[in-house]
T-cell receptor, first 111, second 113 residues
Framework: EPEVTQTPSHQVTQMGQEVILRCVPISNHLYFYWYRQILGQKVEFLVSFYNNEISEKSEIFDDQFSVERPDGSNFTLKIRSTKLEDSAMYFC?????????FGSGTRLTVV | EDKVVQSPLSLVVHEGDTVTLNCSYEVTNFRSLLWYKQEKKAPTFLFMLTSSGIEKKSGRLSSILDKKELFSILNITATQTGDSAVYLCAALNSGGSNYKLTFGKGTLLTVNP
């Protein structure tokens, strides 16, 4: 069964450092997403990406965040200067009419 | 603002019991209602419901959507300890070229032997 792959599974970083979270979505999907889940809270939408551009972003997705699809397969989320409150699970997802599939997530811990 | 409300927030049952999990939603440009099972990490897809009144089944799990009442239920019969997880309900909003999910807080199901 096709799957969404995320790396790394766990990242620890110091406050103020830049991090890049990586994702390989399902190959024939066209819609890509990042969501996050702070421990004990709801899964929240961050950003959607279609046709090589952002189609919608949430209030959480401020200037510290950016997304890129640098080649035909990878989809990255960059946080420029991490804050303690960015500690969360970050999920990549991709969508087609038959399903909305999530990756296994990256646990980001900012210390 | 789009909203998804799940109930109960937690439930403890014994193996063999049947459970019903509830999800109500208020979402603009509603397209579908999705159910996921979340154990340690990623949400694992269970069902996507787009049409009202058509039950979807997978083994001991089944789900149905009521688009008039803006409501869905997930049933699990003959529960097993392996069913212990957080069950997430999410409404899919299709506005323009975006298909965004709004999640509920989840129902924590604990199945005791």
């Amino acid at each position: 069964e096709p799957e969404v792959t995320q790396t790394p599974s766990h990242q620890v970083t110091q406050m103020g450092q830049e991090v890049i979270l990586r994702c390989v979505p399902i190959s024939n999907h066209l819609y890509f997403y990042w969501y996050r889940q702070i421990l004990g809270q709801k899964v929240e939408f961050l950003v959607s990406f279609y046709n090589n551009e952002i189609s919608e972003k949430s209030e959480i997705f401020d200037d510290q965040f950016s997304v890129e699809r640098p080649d035909g397969s990878n989809f990255t989320l960059k946080i420029r200067s991490t804050k303690l409150e960015d500690s969360a699970m970050y999920f990549c997802a991709s969508y087609e009419n038959y399903g909305y599939t999530f990756g296994s997530g990256t646990r980001l811990t900012v210390v | 603002e789009d909203k998804v409300v799940q109930s109960p927030l937690s439930l403890v049952v014994h193996e063999g019991d049947t459970v019903t999990l509830n999800c109500s939603y208020e979402v603009t440009n509603f397209r579908s209602l999705l159910w996921y099972k979340q154990e340690k990490k990623a949400p694992t897809f269970l069902f996507m419901l787009t049409s009202s009144g058509i039950e979807k089944k997978s083994g001991r799990l089944s789900s149905i959507l009521d688009k008039k009442e803006l409501f869905s239920i997930l049933n699990i019969t003959a529960t097993q300890t392996g069913d212990s997880a957080v069950y997430l309900c999410a409404a899919l909003n299709s506005g323009g070229s975006n298909y965004k999910l709004t999640f509920g807080k989840g129902t924590l199901l604990t199945v005791n032997p």
